[in-house]
């Protein structure tokens, strides 16, 4: 069992959204928090919500273009000491089909929601080794168990990243490192808001389904017990979830159809 008591929790993408409630439900149990994002004063908002604010360290940064993850890597342990428990949350949607994205968007995408979360991964993992313990939670979709038109890029990201922490979990599991692919729905964020669309720009709308969605404090409640309990991978949603068993039974050509009239925005 891992317990948030007393740790030191890493944050990103934890100025709003799944990442904002995680922190507050993490400083509910007790943990020292280091939150990123590039919105300075959205973190001071999220830090001063919580119940111990000098336990809150705010790490500005913005991972499109982290150069170089060691030396943020060393800004976040600086704080508290080490870093127990990195939660890869920050990530960048999209809402474009395959014709309407461009390279740069693609490149974009796979640096925010893939090369992000394996950089500072990657930074920390030698001093988790070194003393035996440590937790690196990713925060990725049901679109990385799934495929569906318009989420070209962000599914390959989501994917990407399960073949990577699958791979480093046979690797480090025995050496006391955990891991923990939480896998959310649809959710109350700003996802959609701030997805590329077909011009580059933010989408700027909130899809039907988003604002349907599962409150933010529900997602963050549910992923923490997933940590506590030492769970690999948990799928976070509703109704949506059938999707990810219509993907892994049914034939192929019967989920390409069964995706092809779902009415995601």
Same mark, same amino acid.
């Given at each position: 069992m ?11 993408g ?13 400083a ?12 300075s ?10 119940? @111990? ?15 170089? +993850?060691?030396?943020? +890597? ?12 990195l !939660?890869?949350? +920050? ?11 461009s ?13 992000? /979360?394996?950089?500072l ?36 990201a989501?994917? $990407? ?7 480093a ?12 692919? +939480? ?9 959609s !808001?701030?997805a590329?669309? /077909? ?8 899809? $039907?389904?988003?604002? @349907? ?12 017990? $997933? ?23 049914l ?15």
């Amino acid at each position: 069992m891992t317990q948030l008591a007393g740790k030191v929790v890493w944050i990103t993408g934890a100025s709003g959204g799944i990442g904002e409630a995680l922190a507050l439900a993490a400083a509910a149990r007790g943990a020292r928090l280091v939150l990123t994002a590039r919105r300075s004063a959205e973190l001071e908002r999220v830090r001063a919500a919580c119940p @111990q604010p000098d336990q809150v360290a705010l790490l500005p940064a913005d991972l499109e273009r982290i150069e170089d +993850a060691q030396v943020l +890597a060393a800004r976040a342990q600086a704080f508290f000491g080490p870093v127990d428990i990195l !939660v890869n949350n +920050a990530g960048l949607s999209q809402r474009t089909t395959t014709l309407e994205t461009s390279i740069e968007a693609y490149r974009r995408l796979l640096e925010i929601d893939f090369f992000a /979360p394996v950089a500072l991964t990657h930074a920390l993992l030698p001093e988790m080794v070194a003393r035996g313990s440590g937790h690196v939670v990713v925060v990725s979709s049901v679109f990385g168990k799934i495929a569906m038109a318009r989420r070209t890029g962000y599914a390959a990201a989501k994917h $990407a990243l399960h073949g990577f922490f699958d791979c480093a979990r046979i690797e480090l599991g025995d050496r006391g490192i955990r891991f923990t692919l +939480a896998c959310p729905g649809f959710v109350r964020t700003g996802i959609s !808001v701030n997805a590329l669309g /077909p011009d580059g720009r933010a989408w700027g709308t909130v899809d $039907a389904d988003i604002g @349907q969605g599962m409150l933010p404090a529900t997602c963050a409640e549910r992923l923490w017990r $997933a940590v506590e309990r030492d769970r690999y991978e948990v799928v976070i949603a509703g109704r949506e979830r059938i999707a990810v068993w219509f993907k892994r039974f049914l034939p192929l050509r019967w989920y390409t159809a069964f995706a092809r009239r779902l009415k995601v925005s």
